[in-house]
Nanobody
Framework: QVQLAESGGGSVQAGGSLRLSCAAS????????MGWFRQAPGKERECVAA????????LYADSVKGRFTISRDSAKNTVYLYMNSLKPEDTAVYYC???????????????????WGQGTQVTVSS
């Protein structure tokens, strides 16, 4: 069974930074495009960032461009989301997701992803 283990959420004041991590099994990570999604209360789940299987391509939601960075470390089978200049509107549960594929493309729709982490809360206070 594929497992994605997230860590790094928490509470921070506006303007602060957090780093989210998502560790996967080696087999999963090497054949998966990865994404970070978030869901705030009363809102739909949205893709904030995605990275291709090879790491050569990334995409970001307009709301986080220039503030968030997604990266992946093949040696550690881990994908990261670096979040800077956090705003109260970034408050949400953040989910890591994996899409098993051999293609080197990006996936932004939640329906594309096969596996999900348990979610980690990020709270940004003003």
């Amino acid at each position: 069974q594929v497992q994605l283990a997230e860590s790094g959420g928490g509470s921070v004041q506006a303007g602060g930074s957090l780093r989210l991590s998502c560790a996967a099994s080696r087999r999963t990570f090497s054949t998966a495009a990865m994404g970070w999604f978030r869901q705030a209360p009363g809102k739909e789940r949205e893709c904030v960032a995605a990275i291709s299987r090879t790491g050569g391509s990334t995409l970001y939601a307009d709301s986080v461009k220039g503030r968030f960075t997604i990266s992946r470390d093949s040696a550690k089978n881990t994908v990261y989301l670096y979040m800077n200049s956090l705003k109260p509107e970034d408050t949400a549960v953040y989910y890591c997701a994996a899409k098993t594929t051999y293609a080197s493309r990006l996936y932004a729709a939640s329906d594309d992803y096969n596996y999900w982490g348990q979610g980690t809360q990020v709270t940004v206070s003003s």
